[in-house]
């Protein structure tokens, strides 16, 4: 009987509807979607809000990225051109200094085989003079009287022979 009762309250399927009743349902159903279009226009406008949102964040960010980035990059540029001059000018230095001992030791050099050869002429001259003093010393030695030989200075025997 339950079956029954809910058939006779029911409206039938086929039974045709009322034209106020369908009226009703088209403005049932339109509010209805209008309700959910105007949902979904608010997200929309909300996602929209964000994303504007975002996107100015995004360029607040990238110019603040862009403007530092641009700023180390010039910083580094100075600092490498910088470090560039002083290498430049440390290897002028350098070549100036290698320049400087290698005149340097040339000039020792020099400066040595000159006194090397005073020494050299030097002692050539000694040995020539005690060559001399002792040949001259024997020849007279050998030519004086014995009262002479106990005088061994070249310049009294050079002096009694002058005299």
Known sequence: MAGLEDEQQSPPIDSPLSLESLAQLVGNMNDAFNAQMETISRKFSELDTRMDELCTRIDDNDSDVRVKFNQFQSSFNKDLITMQNDISIE?????????????????????????????????GQSARLAAL????????TNSLPPRFLLIHSPYIIIHLIIV
């Open 91 to 123: 290897q002028q230095r350098s070549q100036e200094s290698h320049k400087s001992i290698t005149t340097t030791q040339r000039s020792f050099n020099d400066t040595i085989k000159a006194l090397s050869d005073r020494v050299s002429l030097t002692e």
């Open 133 to 140: 003093e002792n040949k001259f010393q024997y020849s007279i």
